[in-house]
């Protein structure tokens, strides 16, 4: 299957700093890719949806100042999140939808783990 | 897009076929049917998708009964490495993916 790598795995941050999150679909043209969070103990909710080479579409309830997206390319978005607070700390996953016969199917990178101190 | 319900949770033998049912009642004609788990800590993964035929991979087989009101996903012969929370996903050709709170599946040794 296509492999969509996500760095970096797990980072530290203090509370009011700016964290950015990577995704990148290594062996397909992603077009469309998404971002997910998910809290201990709880299933993943979407973020967001990202076109390449348009702005972000945000899920209800979502700020999209503060969770800021660019897909600049077909095979790079990031997720940057802004003024990082401890309520942010949470597992966040990016997925990338494949081409050809597999342009129905989601790849999802492994993940990474956000705690804001 | 429908909405799924799957037991919270499941033991299975190992070395026994795994059957994890979905049911999505509310199932549209365009809707397919997606399985995903996820392994603790890591990102969901891909198992197997269909419409209305059974379809069978490397991985599993999934059942999808004529109505299209409710699938299983079997695993032919669990290992421990199964271990792991299994999403059953229902949704058209559009993009989103909403997870529900899948099943947690438990081999036993």
């Known amino acids: 299957g296509a492999v969509v790598s996500q760095h970096p795995s797990w980072v530290i941050c203090k509370s009011g700093t700016s964290v950015k999150i990577e995704c990148r679909s290594l062996?397909?043209?992603?077009?469309?890719m998404f971002w997910y969070r998910q809290f201990p103990k709880q299933s993943l909710m979407l973020m967001a949806t990202?076109?390449?080479?348009?702005?972000?579409?945000?899920e209800q309830g979502v700020e999209k100042d503060k969770f800021l997206i660019n897909h600049a390319s077909l095979t790079l978005s990031t997720l940057t999140v802004t003024s990082a607070h401890p309520e942010d700390s949470s597992f966040y996953i990016c997925?990338?939808?494949?081409?050809?016969?597999?342009?129905?199917?989601?790849?999802f990178g492994a993940g990474t783990r956000l705690s804001v101190l | 897009d429908a909405k799924t319900t799957q037991p919270t949770s499941m033991d299975c033998a190992e070395g026994r076929a795994a059957n994890l049912p979905c049911n999505h009642s509310t199932i549209s004609g365009n809707e397919y049917v997606y399985w995903y788990r996820q392994i603790h800590s890591q990102g969901p993964q891909y198992i197997i998708h269909?419409?209305?035929n059974n379809e069978t991979n490397e991985m599993a087989s999934l059942i999808i009964t004529e109505d299209r009101k409710s699938s299983t996903l079997i695993l032919p012969h669990a290992t421990l490495r199964d271990t792991a929370v299994y999403y059953c996903?229902?949704?058209?050709?559009?993009?989103?993916?909403?997870f529900g709170t899948g099943t947690s599946l438990t081999v036993i040794p």
């Open positions: 997925s990338a939808k494949g081409q050809g016969l597999a342009k129905n199917i989601q790849y």
């Open positions: 996903i229902v949704k058209n050709t559009g993009n989103q993916f909403y």
């Open positions: 062996d397909f043209q992603a077009t469309t």
């Open positions: 269909g419409l209305k």
């Open positions: 990202s076109n390449e080479g348009s702005k972000a579409t945000y």
